[in-house]
Protein backbone atom coordinates (compact mmCIF):
# COMPACT_ATOMS: atom_id res chain seq x y z
CA UNK A 1 0.00 0.00 0.00
CA UNK A 2 1.33 3.25 -1.20
CA UNK A 3 2.48 5.72 1.87
CA UNK A 4 2.43 9.10 1.58
CA UNK A 5 5.26 11.26 3.29
CA UNK A 6 5.69 14.92 4.59
CA UNK A 7 7.36 17.08 2.70
CA UNK A 8 10.29 19.16 4.55
CA UNK A 9 13.00 21.62 3.20
CA UNK A 10 12.25 20.94 -0.63
CA UNK A 11 12.39 16.88 0.09
CA UNK A 12 9.56 13.96 0.76
CA UNK A 13 10.38 12.09 4.14
CA UNK A 14 9.04 9.79 6.56
CA UNK A 15 7.93 10.92 9.72
CA UNK A 16 10.76 10.67 12.20
CA UNK A 17 8.23 8.33 14.81
CA UNK A 18 7.56 6.04 11.80
CA UNK A 19 4.04 6.18 13.08
CA UNK A 20 0.93 6.19 10.00
CA UNK A 21 -2.85 6.04 9.87
CA UNK A 22 -5.07 4.64 7.27
CA UNK A 23 -6.25 6.43 4.18
CA UNK A 24 -9.86 5.29 3.35
CA UNK A 25 -11.28 5.74 0.41
CA UNK A 26 -14.90 6.48 0.94
CA UNK A 27 -16.56 5.05 -1.94
CA UNK A 28 -15.35 1.70 -1.04
CA UNK A 29 -14.76 1.76 2.83
CA UNK A 30 -11.35 0.62 1.92
CA UNK A 31 -7.88 2.26 3.37
CA UNK A 32 -5.76 2.94 -0.17
CA UNK A 33 -2.93 4.76 1.39
CA UNK A 34 -1.07 5.42 4.45
CA UNK A 35 -0.44 8.79 5.85
CA UNK A 36 2.22 9.91 8.24
CA UNK A 37 1.25 10.81 11.75
CA UNK A 38 3.38 13.39 12.14
CA UNK A 39 4.45 14.54 15.64
CA UNK A 40 6.36 17.19 17.16
CA UNK A 41 9.92 16.46 16.29
CA UNK A 42 8.41 16.18 12.55
CA UNK A 43 7.25 19.96 13.05
CA UNK A 44 10.82 20.72 14.47
CA UNK A 45 12.20 19.72 10.95
CA UNK A 46 9.75 22.07 9.17
CA UNK A 47 10.15 25.14 11.39
CA UNK A 48 14.22 24.90 10.93
CA UNK A 49 13.54 24.16 6.87
CA UNK A 50 10.84 27.26 7.24
CA UNK A 51 13.24 29.46 9.63
CA UNK A 52 16.44 28.97 6.82
CA UNK A 53 14.37 29.61 3.92
CA UNK A 54 12.40 32.47 5.37
CA UNK A 55 14.93 35.63 4.91
CA UNK A 56 15.50 34.89 1.25
CA UNK A 57 12.11 34.26 0.08
CA UNK A 58 11.00 37.08 2.10
CA UNK A 59 13.33 39.90 0.29
CA UNK A 60 12.91 37.92 -3.16
CA UNK A 61 11.28 40.71 -5.99
CA UNK A 62 7.61 40.23 -5.50
CA UNK A 63 7.94 39.79 -9.79
CA UNK A 64 9.90 35.97 -8.88
CA UNK A 65 7.84 35.06 -6.19
CA UNK A 66 4.90 35.81 -9.06
CA UNK A 67 6.76 33.88 -11.47
CA UNK A 68 7.27 30.85 -9.12
CA UNK A 69 3.76 30.88 -8.03
CA UNK A 70 2.34 31.47 -11.69
CA UNK A 71 4.24 28.01 -12.50
CA UNK A 72 2.92 26.12 -9.79
CA UNK A 73 -0.43 26.92 -11.51
CA UNK A 74 0.43 26.33 -14.77
CA UNK A 75 1.63 22.21 -13.48
CA UNK A 76 -1.44 22.06 -11.19
CA UNK A 77 -3.31 22.73 -14.78
CA UNK A 78 -1.37 20.04 -16.95
CA UNK A 79 -1.71 17.27 -13.92
CA UNK A 80 -5.45 17.79 -13.78
CA UNK A 81 -6.36 14.70 -14.38
CA UNK A 82 -3.97 12.85 -11.96
CA UNK A 83 -4.91 15.13 -9.06
CA UNK A 84 -8.67 15.04 -9.95
CA UNK A 85 -8.38 11.15 -9.88
CA UNK A 86 -6.81 11.77 -6.25
CA UNK A 87 -8.91 14.39 -5.04
CA UNK A 88 -12.16 11.94 -5.67
CA UNK A 89 -10.80 8.67 -4.39
CA UNK A 90 -9.83 10.37 -0.93
CA UNK A 91 -13.14 12.34 -0.62
CA UNK A 92 -15.75 10.75 -2.35
CA UNK A 93 -16.38 13.72 -4.66
CA UNK A 94 -17.46 12.89 -8.01
CA UNK A 95 -14.19 12.66 -10.36
CA UNK A 96 -16.51 14.79 -12.97
CA UNK A 97 -16.35 17.73 -10.00
CA UNK A 98 -12.94 17.32 -8.83
CA UNK A 99 -11.54 18.18 -12.22
CA UNK A 100 -14.37 20.72 -13.27
CA UNK A 101 -14.20 22.60 -9.72
CA UNK A 102 -11.43 21.22 -7.23
CA UNK A 103 -8.62 21.12 -8.96
CA UNK A 104 -9.40 24.60 -11.80
CA UNK A 105 -10.03 26.34 -8.41
CA UNK A 106 -6.92 24.93 -6.86
CA UNK A 107 -4.44 26.71 -9.83
CA UNK A 108 -7.07 29.56 -9.73
CA UNK A 109 -5.46 30.56 -6.33
CA UNK A 110 -2.14 30.21 -7.03
CA UNK A 111 -2.44 32.20 -10.16
CA UNK A 112 -4.80 34.36 -8.15
CA UNK A 113 -2.33 35.38 -5.48
CA UNK A 114 0.41 35.31 -8.26
CA UNK A 115 -1.13 38.44 -9.92
CA UNK A 116 -2.44 39.78 -6.69
CA UNK A 117 0.77 39.93 -4.99
CA UNK A 118 2.31 42.21 -8.28
CA UNK A 119 -1.01 44.87 -8.03
CA UNK A 120 -1.00 44.92 -4.24
CA UNK A 121 0.17 48.85 -2.69
CA UNK A 122 -0.14 49.76 0.61
CA UNK A 123 -1.65 53.48 2.42
CA UNK A 124 0.07 56.43 2.57
CA UNK A 125 -1.07 59.86 4.06
CA UNK A 126 -0.02 63.17 3.89
CA UNK A 127 -0.32 66.03 6.09
CA UNK A 128 1.04 68.98 3.50
CA UNK A 129 4.15 70.28 5.26
CA UNK A 130 4.08 68.30 8.07
CA UNK A 131 4.45 64.71 7.56
CA UNK A 132 3.96 61.69 5.27
CA UNK A 133 2.96 58.49 7.00
CA UNK A 134 3.01 55.38 5.18
CA UNK A 135 2.47 51.90 5.81
CA UNK A 136 5.37 49.36 5.02
CA UNK A 137 3.61 45.64 4.85
CA UNK A 138 6.02 43.03 5.81
CA UNK A 139 5.69 38.87 6.04
CA UNK A 140 4.48 37.80 9.25
CA UNK A 141 6.93 34.85 9.41
CA UNK A 142 6.37 31.23 9.66
CA UNK A 143 2.31 30.84 8.94
CA UNK A 144 0.58 27.40 10.02
CA UNK A 145 -2.60 26.86 7.42
CA UNK A 146 -4.58 24.19 8.38
CA UNK A 147 -7.53 22.55 5.86
CA UNK A 148 -9.83 20.56 5.90
CA UNK A 149 -11.51 17.71 3.79
CA UNK A 150 -14.06 18.70 1.96
CA UNK A 151 -12.52 20.67 -0.83
CA UNK A 152 -9.01 19.52 -0.31
CA UNK A 153 -7.11 21.35 -2.24
CA UNK A 154 -9.28 24.06 -3.29
CA UNK A 155 -9.27 25.23 0.36
CA UNK A 156 -5.61 24.26 1.29
CA UNK A 157 -4.36 26.29 -1.73
CA UNK A 158 -6.67 29.75 -0.74
CA UNK A 159 -4.69 29.95 2.05
CA UNK A 160 -1.19 28.75 1.20
CA UNK A 161 -1.26 30.96 -2.11
CA UNK A 162 -1.49 34.59 -0.40
CA UNK A 163 0.83 33.48 2.87
CA UNK A 164 3.41 32.45 -0.09
CA UNK A 165 2.84 35.25 -2.17
CA UNK A 166 3.18 38.06 0.72
CA UNK A 167 6.42 36.45 1.52
CA UNK A 168 5.36 34.21 4.63
CA UNK A 169 7.08 30.56 5.12
CA UNK A 170 4.34 28.35 5.23
CA UNK A 171 3.20 25.06 7.70
CA UNK A 172 0.75 23.50 6.47
CA UNK A 173 -1.34 20.51 7.30
CA UNK A 174 -4.57 18.85 5.30
CA UNK A 175 -7.09 17.16 6.46
CA UNK A 176 -5.89 13.50 7.67
CA UNK A 177 -8.90 12.19 5.69
CA UNK A 178 -7.84 14.12 2.82
CA UNK A 179 -4.21 14.35 2.35
CA UNK A 180 -3.43 13.26 -1.18
CA UNK A 181 -3.18 16.38 -3.47
CA UNK A 182 -1.53 17.76 -0.70
CA UNK A 183 1.09 15.69 -0.25
CA UNK A 184 1.24 15.63 -4.86
CA UNK A 185 1.62 19.52 -4.52
CA UNK A 186 5.34 19.15 -3.13
CA UNK A 187 7.03 18.20 -6.30
CA UNK A 188 5.00 20.50 -8.48
CA UNK A 189 6.32 23.11 -5.68
CA UNK A 190 9.89 21.86 -6.66
CA UNK A 191 9.27 21.83 -10.21
CA UNK A 192 8.06 25.40 -9.81
CA UNK A 193 11.06 25.75 -8.74
CA UNK A 194 9.83 27.54 -5.06
CA UNK A 195 13.10 27.15 -2.33
CA UNK A 196 13.35 23.94 -0.28
CA UNK A 197 11.75 25.15 3.50
CA UNK A 198 9.45 27.86 1.93
CA UNK A 199 6.44 25.43 2.10
CA UNK A 200 6.62 22.15 4.26
CA UNK A 201 3.49 20.02 4.44
CA UNK A 202 2.82 17.95 7.19
CA UNK A 203 0.63 15.45 7.78
CA UNK A 204 -1.44 14.04 10.34
CA UNK A 205 -3.88 14.42 13.38
CA UNK A 206 -5.38 17.15 13.95
CA UNK A 207 -5.46 16.92 17.93
CA UNK A 208 -1.39 15.97 17.27
CA UNK A 209 0.59 17.26 14.63
CA UNK A 210 -2.27 20.23 13.94
CA UNK A 211 -2.86 21.35 17.91
CA UNK A 212 1.29 21.52 17.86
CA UNK A 213 1.11 24.15 14.98
CA UNK A 214 -0.71 25.84 16.17
CA UNK A 215 0.55 26.30 19.73
CA UNK A 216 4.20 26.25 18.26
CA UNK A 217 5.81 29.39 19.38
CA UNK A 218 7.62 29.89 15.85
CA UNK A 219 4.31 30.21 14.02
CA UNK A 220 2.92 33.61 14.03
CA UNK A 221 -0.11 33.25 12.09
CA UNK A 222 -2.82 30.42 12.14
CA UNK A 223 -5.04 30.45 8.86
CA UNK A 224 -7.65 27.28 10.10
CA UNK A 225 -10.73 26.27 8.30
CA UNK A 226 -13.16 23.52 9.60
CA UNK A 227 -15.63 22.78 12.16
CA UNK A 228 -16.66 25.33 14.40
CA UNK A 229 -15.72 23.41 17.78
CA UNK A 230 -12.32 22.52 16.51
CA UNK A 231 -12.05 26.31 15.62
CA UNK A 232 -12.90 27.46 19.14
CA UNK A 233 -9.74 25.19 20.44
CA UNK A 234 -8.16 26.68 17.77
CA UNK A 235 -9.14 30.19 18.52
CA UNK A 236 -8.28 29.84 22.24
CA UNK A 237 -4.67 28.32 21.63
CA UNK A 238 -3.65 30.99 19.40
CA UNK A 239 -4.73 33.92 21.55
CA UNK A 240 -2.31 32.86 24.01
CA UNK A 241 0.09 34.16 22.23
CA UNK A 242 -0.80 36.66 20.48
CA UNK A 243 -1.12 35.06 17.15
CA UNK A 244 -2.94 36.18 14.11
CA UNK A 245 -5.64 33.86 13.28
CA UNK A 246 -8.22 34.07 10.86
CA UNK A 247 -10.88 31.10 11.63
CA UNK A 248 -13.80 29.92 8.42
CA UNK A 249 -15.80 27.57 10.35
CA UNK A 250 -19.53 25.99 9.74
CA UNK A 251 -22.92 27.45 8.44
CA UNK A 252 -26.41 26.48 8.47
CA UNK A 253 -27.39 28.39 5.97
CA UNK A 254 -30.91 29.61 4.57
CA UNK A 255 -31.91 29.63 1.91
CA UNK A 256 -34.64 32.07 1.31
CA UNK A 257 -37.78 31.58 -1.78
CA UNK A 258 -39.65 34.18 -1.84
CA UNK A 259 -43.32 33.78 -3.41
CA UNK A 260 -42.08 36.38 -6.86
CA UNK A 261 -38.94 34.52 -7.66
CA UNK A 262 -38.31 32.56 -11.15
CA UNK A 263 -39.38 29.38 -9.42
CA UNK A 264 -37.54 27.40 -12.13
CA UNK A 265 -34.28 28.93 -11.37
CA UNK A 266 -34.81 29.02 -7.40
CA UNK A 267 -35.60 25.15 -7.60
CA UNK A 268 -32.38 24.12 -10.07
CA UNK A 269 -30.64 26.04 -8.35
CA UNK A 270 -31.66 24.94 -4.68
CA UNK A 271 -31.05 21.38 -5.89
CA UNK A 272 -27.72 22.22 -6.38
CA UNK A 273 -27.16 24.28 -3.31
CA UNK A 274 -28.57 21.47 -0.77
CA UNK A 275 -26.91 18.34 -2.33
CA UNK A 276 -23.00 19.41 -4.96
CA UNK A 277 -20.27 17.80 -3.13
CA UNK A 278 -22.75 15.59 -1.11
CA UNK A 279 -23.47 18.42 0.70
CA UNK A 280 -20.32 18.66 2.40
CA UNK A 281 -20.00 22.34 1.28
CA UNK A 282 -19.84 25.17 4.41
CA UNK A 283 -21.76 27.45 1.76
CA UNK A 284 -24.53 24.73 0.94
CA UNK A 285 -28.15 25.62 2.22
CA UNK A 286 -29.48 23.45 4.55
CA UNK A 287 -32.59 25.48 5.95
CA UNK A 288 -34.87 26.38 2.82
CA UNK A 289 -37.19 28.86 3.76
CA UNK A 290 -40.11 29.16 1.29
CA UNK A 291 -42.92 31.97 1.17
CA UNK A 292 -46.36 30.22 2.61
CA UNK A 293 -48.01 30.53 -0.57
CA UNK A 294 -45.61 28.53 -2.58
CA UNK A 295 -44.41 26.21 -0.33
CA UNK A 296 -46.25 23.28 -1.86
CA UNK A 297 -45.76 24.09 -5.81
CA UNK A 298 -41.87 24.55 -4.55
CA UNK A 299 -42.02 21.11 -2.42
CA UNK A 300 -43.49 19.34 -5.56
CA UNK A 301 -41.17 20.48 -8.53
CA UNK A 302 -37.88 20.00 -5.50
CA UNK A 303 -38.95 17.10 -4.87
CA UNK A 304 -39.24 16.07 -8.62
CA UNK A 305 -35.85 17.56 -9.12
CA UNK A 306 -34.19 15.51 -6.71
CA UNK A 307 -35.64 12.10 -8.17
CA UNK A 308 -33.15 13.31 -10.72
CA UNK A 309 -29.68 12.86 -8.62
CA UNK A 310 -28.11 9.82 -8.83
CA UNK A 311 -26.11 8.32 -5.83
CA UNK A 312 -22.99 6.00 -6.70
CA UNK A 313 -19.86 5.49 -7.77
CA UNK A 314 -17.71 8.85 -8.01
CA UNK A 315 -15.63 7.84 -11.25
CA UNK A 316 -19.08 7.34 -12.98
CA UNK A 317 -19.58 10.55 -15.11
CA UNK A 318 -23.69 10.01 -14.48
CA UNK A 319 -22.87 10.27 -10.69
CA UNK A 320 -24.34 13.11 -9.08
CA UNK A 321 -23.85 12.65 -5.26
CA UNK A 322 -20.80 10.61 -4.11
CA UNK A 323 -19.72 9.06 -0.76
CA UNK A 324 -19.31 11.37 2.40
CA UNK A 325 -16.04 11.41 3.31
CA UNK A 326 -15.65 8.91 6.26
CA UNK A 327 -17.92 6.37 8.12
CA UNK A 328 -18.03 8.20 11.22
CA UNK A 329 -19.06 11.45 9.50
CA UNK A 330 -21.78 8.93 7.66
CA UNK A 331 -22.71 8.03 10.82
CA UNK A 332 -23.26 11.21 12.25
CA UNK A 333 -25.31 12.42 9.14
CA UNK A 334 -27.71 9.47 9.67
CA UNK A 335 -27.86 10.28 13.45
CA UNK A 336 -28.94 13.51 12.36
CA UNK A 337 -32.15 12.21 10.14
CA UNK A 338 -32.55 9.96 13.12
CA UNK A 339 -32.85 13.30 15.16
CA UNK A 340 -35.39 14.84 12.52
CA UNK A 341 -37.69 11.97 12.82
CA UNK A 342 -37.71 12.40 16.85
CA UNK A 343 -38.29 15.99 16.74
CA UNK A 344 -41.15 15.35 13.98
CA UNK A 345 -39.66 16.23 10.94
CA UNK A 346 -41.29 13.73 7.75
CA UNK A 347 -38.96 12.80 5.66
CA UNK A 348 -39.86 13.56 2.11
CA UNK A 349 -37.40 11.39 0.02
CA UNK A 350 -34.01 10.01 1.42
CA UNK A 351 -33.16 9.37 5.39
CA UNK A 352 -30.50 6.37 4.66
CA UNK A 353 -27.59 4.95 3.64
CA UNK A 354 -27.20 3.32 0.57
CA UNK A 355 -27.01 -0.67 1.24
CA UNK A 356 -23.43 -1.07 -0.29
CA UNK A 357 -20.12 -0.87 0.41
CA UNK A 358 -18.94 2.69 1.10
CA UNK A 359 -19.75 6.10 2.44
CA UNK A 360 -22.83 7.08 0.74
CA UNK A 361 -25.93 8.70 2.09
CA UNK A 362 -29.05 9.42 0.27
CA UNK A 363 -30.36 13.01 -0.50
CA UNK A 364 -32.80 13.92 2.13
CA UNK A 365 -35.39 16.46 2.31
CA UNK A 366 -37.41 17.18 5.53
CA UNK A 367 -40.46 19.18 6.50
CA UNK A 368 -42.49 20.26 9.43
CA UNK A 369 -39.78 21.04 11.69
CA UNK A 370 -39.84 23.64 14.09
CA UNK A 371 -37.10 26.46 13.29
CA UNK A 372 -35.39 26.18 16.34
CA UNK A 373 -34.96 22.12 16.76
CA UNK A 374 -31.54 21.18 16.76
CA UNK A 375 -32.31 19.77 13.20
CA UNK A 376 -32.80 23.08 12.05
CA UNK A 377 -29.95 25.07 14.10
CA UNK A 378 -26.66 22.33 14.06
CA UNK A 379 -24.55 22.06 10.74
CA UNK A 380 -24.89 18.62 9.20
CA UNK A 381 -22.76 19.32 6.68
CA UNK A 382 -23.92 16.40 4.22
CA UNK A 383 -27.22 16.01 1.69
CA UNK A 384 -29.53 16.65 4.12
CA UNK A 385 -32.25 19.76 3.67
CA UNK A 386 -35.46 21.31 5.51
CA UNK A 387 -38.24 22.74 4.13
CA UNK A 388 -39.51 25.67 6.21
CA UNK A 389 -42.86 27.85 5.61
CA UNK A 390 -42.52 31.54 6.09
CA UNK A 391 -45.74 33.89 5.96
CA UNK A 392 -43.90 37.67 5.71
CA UNK A 393 -40.26 39.04 4.42
CA UNK A 394 -39.74 40.13 8.80
CA UNK A 395 -40.59 36.31 9.22
CA UNK A 396 -38.15 35.07 6.98
CA UNK A 397 -35.40 37.63 8.16
CA UNK A 398 -35.83 36.02 11.87
CA UNK A 399 -35.51 32.65 11.09
CA UNK A 400 -32.64 33.21 8.56
CA UNK A 401 -31.05 35.13 11.79
CA UNK A 402 -32.21 32.88 14.32
CA UNK A 403 -28.80 30.51 14.56
CA UNK A 404 -25.62 30.76 16.17
CA UNK A 405 -24.09 30.90 12.65
CA UNK A 406 -23.46 33.87 9.55
CA UNK A 407 -21.50 31.91 6.95
CA UNK A 408 -23.94 32.98 3.74
CA UNK A 409 -27.39 33.22 2.55
CA UNK A 410 -29.40 32.90 -0.57
CA UNK A 411 -32.06 35.08 -1.43
CA UNK A 412 -34.61 34.45 -4.39
CA UNK A 413 -37.20 37.37 -5.21
CA UNK A 414 -37.46 39.62 -8.50
CA UNK A 415 -38.21 42.82 -6.27
CA UNK A 416 -34.63 44.74 -6.11
CA UNK A 417 -35.84 46.48 -2.87
CA UNK A 418 -36.34 43.65 -0.90
CA UNK A 419 -32.88 41.57 -2.11
CA UNK A 420 -31.25 44.50 -0.88
CA UNK A 421 -33.34 45.13 2.51
CA UNK A 422 -33.05 41.64 3.16
CA UNK A 423 -29.73 41.20 2.22
CA UNK A 424 -28.91 43.91 4.99
CA UNK A 425 -30.99 42.42 7.33
CA UNK A 426 -29.57 39.06 7.64
CA UNK A 427 -26.35 38.20 9.35
CA UNK A 428 -24.14 36.50 6.81
CA UNK A 429 -20.74 37.00 5.65
CA UNK A 430 -21.52 36.10 2.12
CA UNK A 431 -25.49 36.87 0.65
CA UNK A 432 -26.39 35.52 -3.12
CA UNK A 433 -29.65 37.33 -4.47
CA UNK A 434 -31.01 34.54 -7.55
CA UNK A 435 -27.48 32.56 -7.57
CA UNK A 436 -25.74 30.63 -5.20
CA UNK A 437 -21.52 29.85 -5.14
CA UNK A 438 -20.30 32.56 -7.86
CA UNK A 439 -17.82 35.26 -6.19
CA UNK A 440 -15.33 37.62 -7.72
CA UNK A 441 -12.21 36.26 -5.72
CA UNK A 442 -11.21 39.90 -4.92
CA UNK A 443 -13.96 40.36 -2.74
CA UNK A 444 -13.65 39.45 1.07
CA UNK A 445 -14.76 35.59 2.07
CA UNK A 446 -16.07 34.52 5.49
CA UNK A 447 -18.76 34.65 7.93
CA UNK A 448 -20.16 36.43 10.79
CA UNK A 449 -21.06 34.61 14.80
CA UNK A 450 -19.72 31.63 15.07
CA UNK A 451 -19.15 30.92 11.41
CA UNK A 452 -15.59 32.33 11.98
CA UNK A 453 -13.27 35.63 12.30
CA UNK A 454 -11.67 37.08 9.75
CA UNK A 455 -12.03 37.33 6.10
CA UNK A 456 -10.13 35.49 3.33
CA UNK A 457 -9.82 36.46 -0.39
CA UNK A 458 -8.01 39.40 -2.44
CA UNK A 459 -6.13 41.94 -0.54
CA UNK A 460 -8.12 40.70 3.09
CA UNK A 461 -5.04 37.73 2.99
CA UNK A 462 -2.92 39.69 1.81
CA UNK A 463 -3.21 41.93 4.71
CA UNK A 464 -3.71 38.61 6.96
CA UNK A 465 -0.87 37.38 5.99
CA UNK A 466 1.24 40.47 6.59
CA UNK A 467 2.50 42.83 9.44
CA UNK A 468 1.77 46.45 8.97
CA UNK A 469 4.42 48.88 10.08
CA UNK A 470 3.38 53.01 10.19
CA UNK A 471 6.02 55.20 8.98
CA UNK A 472 6.08 58.42 9.86
CA UNK A 473 8.50 61.32 8.49
CA UNK A 474 8.58 64.98 9.38
CA UNK A 475 8.65 67.26 6.64
O1 LIG B 1 -13.32 18.87 11.13
P1 LIG B 1 -12.17 19.52 11.95
P2 LIG B 1 -14.01 17.45 11.27
C1 LIG B 1 -17.66 20.89 10.06
C2 LIG B 1 -18.70 19.84 9.72
C3 LIG B 1 -18.11 18.59 10.25
C4 LIG B 1 -17.46 19.11 11.51
C5 LIG B 1 -16.35 18.27 12.04
O2 LIG B 1 -19.90 20.12 10.40
O3 LIG B 1 -19.06 17.62 10.52
O4 LIG B 1 -16.94 20.35 11.14
O5 LIG B 1 -15.50 17.88 10.99
C6 LIG B 1 -7.62 19.83 11.96
N1 LIG B 1 -5.78 21.86 16.29
N2 LIG B 1 -16.75 21.19 8.98
O6 LIG B 1 -13.91 16.90 12.65
O7 LIG B 1 -11.83 18.71 13.16
C7 LIG B 1 -7.99 18.55 11.24
O8 LIG B 1 -6.92 17.63 11.28
C8 LIG B 1 -5.44 22.09 15.01
C9 LIG B 1 -16.96 22.43 8.32
O9 LIG B 1 -13.49 16.60 10.21
O10 LIG B 1 -12.53 20.92 12.15
C10 LIG B 1 -8.29 19.10 9.85
O11 LIG B 1 -7.07 19.33 9.16
N3 LIG B 1 -6.02 21.48 13.97
C11 LIG B 1 -15.85 22.80 7.47
C12 LIG B 1 -8.97 20.43 10.15
O12 LIG B 1 -8.56 20.76 11.47
C13 LIG B 1 -6.99 20.58 14.23
C14 LIG B 1 -15.06 21.77 6.79
C15 LIG B 1 -10.49 20.40 10.10
O13 LIG B 1 -10.95 19.38 10.93
C16 LIG B 1 -7.38 20.28 15.54
C17 LIG B 1 -14.92 20.57 7.59
C18 LIG B 1 -6.73 20.97 16.60
N4 LIG B 1 -7.06 20.77 17.88
C19 LIG B 1 -15.79 20.31 8.62
N5 LIG B 1 -8.36 19.35 15.49
C20 LIG B 1 -15.93 24.07 6.70
N6 LIG B 1 -15.98 25.21 7.37
O14 LIG B 1 -15.92 24.06 5.46
C21 LIG B 1 -8.58 19.07 14.19
N7 LIG B 1 -7.73 19.80 13.42
Same mark, same amino acid.
Given at each position: ????????????????????????????????????????????????????????????????????????????? @?????????????N????????????????????????????? #???????????????????????GCISPWNLP?YLF?WK????????????AKPSELTP??A????????????????????HGEGKGIGQ?IV???????ISFTGGTATGKIVGATA? @?????VSLELGG????????????????????????????EICL?? #??????????????? @????????????????????????VS?AH??K????? @?????????????????????????????????????????EIF???????????????????????Y?L?????????????????????????????????????FGG??DSGIG?E????????? #??????????
Amino acid at each position: MQKIQNFINGKYVDPVKGEYIDNVEPATGKAFAQVPNSSIEDLELAIDAAQAAFPAWSTMSVDKRSRILHKLADLIE @QNLDDYALMESRDNGKPLWLAKAVDIPRASTNFRFYASAIVNF #STEAQVSEGFMVNYTRRAPVGIVGCISPWNLPLYLFSWKIAPALAMGNCVIAKPSELTPMTAYLLGKLANEAEMPAGVLNILHGEGKGIGQAIVEHEATKAISFTGGTATGKIVGATAS @QQFKKVSLELGGKNPNIIFADCDLDEAVKTSVKSSFTNQGEICLCG #SRILIEESIYEEFKR @QFLEECEKLVVGDPMDPKTTTGALVSEAHLNKVDSYV @QLAREEGGTILTGGKKLDREGFYYEPTVIEGLDENCRTNQEEIFGPVVTLNKFKSEEEAIEVANSTRYGLSCTIWTSNLQRAHRVAHAVQSGIIWVNCWLVRDLRTPFGGMKDSGIGREGGDEALRFF #SEPQNICIKL
